[in-house]
């Protein structure tokens, strides 16, 4: 009798690596979103830690005021640079998720496939074997 044998093996496996693959993208995407997060707040404590600076020393002349306010501007700059550039990667991570999705569709249509061949090979094999099995021997009368 032979073993069961899934023909569309090659693309089942195919397709779990195009999953990893997928996966792997989006954790990226996952990952750059952090950095901008953290760039952003890194940006924001380091303006914060100079106004600090400047505001708590005894004496503070116009010229310094001008330069925390130059430096202020700068970082309100990069930090719209930073939120526009969030906003790109976000949208290209929900994108990413959608194509995910599909893949995880498509591997699991294969799997169920491969299920349900499978159940069907078990029925025809038991099928088989009960119409291919000898009848049963039935025990001798014992003489006495």
């Known amino acids: 009798m032979k073993s069961f044998r899934f023909r569309l093996d090659r693309v089942l496996d195919w397709r779990r690596t195009e999953l990893e693959m997928e996966e792997n993208r989006l954790k990226r995407m996952y990952a750059g979103l952090a950095a901008i997060d953290l760039a952003r707040a890194e940006l924001e404590s380091a303006r914060d830690e100079a106004s600090h600076a ?81 009848p049963p021997k039935r025990p001798f009368p014992c003489s006495g």
Not at 75 to 96: M, T, Y
Not at 109 to 127: G, M, Q, S, V
């Open 54 to 134: 400047l505001l708590t020393r005894a004496t503070v002349d116009g010229a310094e005021l001008q330069l925390l306010s130059g430096y202020r501007d700068a970082v309100k700059l990069q930090c719209a640079r930073l939120d526009q550039k969030r906003r790109e990667s976000e949208q290209e991570a929900a994108a990413q998720q959608q194509k995910l999705l599909a893949v995880r569709r498509r591997l699991r249509l294969l799997d169920n496939l491969k299920d349900r061949r499978l159940a069907e090979w078990k029925a025809e094999t038991e099928r088989q074997i009960a119409t291919d099995a000898p």
